[in-house]
T-cell receptor
Framework: GQQVMQIPQYQHVQEGEDFTTYCNSS?????IQWYKQRPGGHPVFLIQ?????EVKKQKRLTFQFGEAKKNSSLHITATQTTDVGTYFC?????????????FGPGTRLSVLP | AAGVIQSPRHLIKEKRETATLKCYPI?????VYWYQQGPGQDPQFLIS???????DKGSIPDRFSAQQFSDYHSELNMSSLELGDSALYFC?????????????FGPGTRLTVT
């Protein structure tokens, strides 16, 4: 079945440092979505990428979809304490047996002030 | 703006008991998803409904069942509860079942089985 992996599992950074999390799928994806879950909260949608090689920016966050549509990355520039949380990618694969939407295991980011 | 509503927010049950979790999607959203999230885990997809029909099935145990009603709200019924069922259960809704739309998550129901 489809598998979505994320690395690293945990990341501790000093406030102001950059942060990147990588998402890799075992199958080609129709789209990929990114969610953020704050401690004690629920996942909140950040963005969706659809096109091969697509890059989208949201202020200090840059999202990228790989050319082969099997991987994606989220890069945060100059982290702030408000960036603390777990970042999940979620990919949609469509095959002969229907569609399959799978969350990655997430990257937990902690930011030290 | 209206969000996804889940009730109850907290639930404590004993082993072998039953539980019913409710989810009210955002107005005009016709698709509902159920997820189970254990401590430090990613959300595990259980089941989804589109227009009151089951649209996709994930790792939902046979002891669990769910349905979507005519007003689009959904209920997750859990029977013969086990200690391992203790988790945060999220409901999410979206405009469509195709996965091309973002999912809006509710605040979750924290189920504790003792």
């Amino acid at each position: 079945g489809q598998q979505v992996m994320q690395i690293p599992q945990y990341q501790h950074v000093q406030e102001g440092e950059d942060f990147t999390t990588y998402c890799n799928s075992s199958t080609t994806l129709s789209n990929i979505q990114w969610y953020k879950q704050r401690p004690g909260g629920h996942p909140v949608f950040l963005i969706q990428l659809v096109k091969s090689g697509e890059v989208k920016k949201q202020k200090r966050l840059t999202f990228q979809f790989g050319e082969a549509k099997k991987n994606s990355s989220l890069h945060i520039t100059a982290t702030q304490t408000t960036d603390v949380g777990t970042y999940f990618c979620a990919g949609l694969a469509v095959g002969n047996y229907g569609q399959n939407f799978v969350f990655g295991p997430g990257t937990r980011l902690s930011v030290l002030p | 703006a209206a969000g996804v509503i889940q009730s109850p927010r907290h639930l404590i049950k004993e082993k072998r008991e039953t539980a019913t979790l409710k989810c009210y999607p955002i107005p005009r959203h016709d698709t509902v998803y159920w997820y189970q999230q254990g401590p430090g885990q990613d959300p595990q997809f259980l089941i989804s409904f589109y227009e009151k029909m089951q649209s996709d099935k994930g790792s939902i145990p046979d002891r669990f069942s769910a349905q979507q009603f005519s007003d689009y709200h959904s209920e997750l019924n859990m029977s013969s509860l086990e200690l391992g069922d203790s988790a945060l259960y999220f409901c999410a809704s979206s405009l469509s079942w195709t996965g091309a739309y973002e999912q809006y998550f509710g605040p979750g129901t924290r189920l504790t089985v003792t």
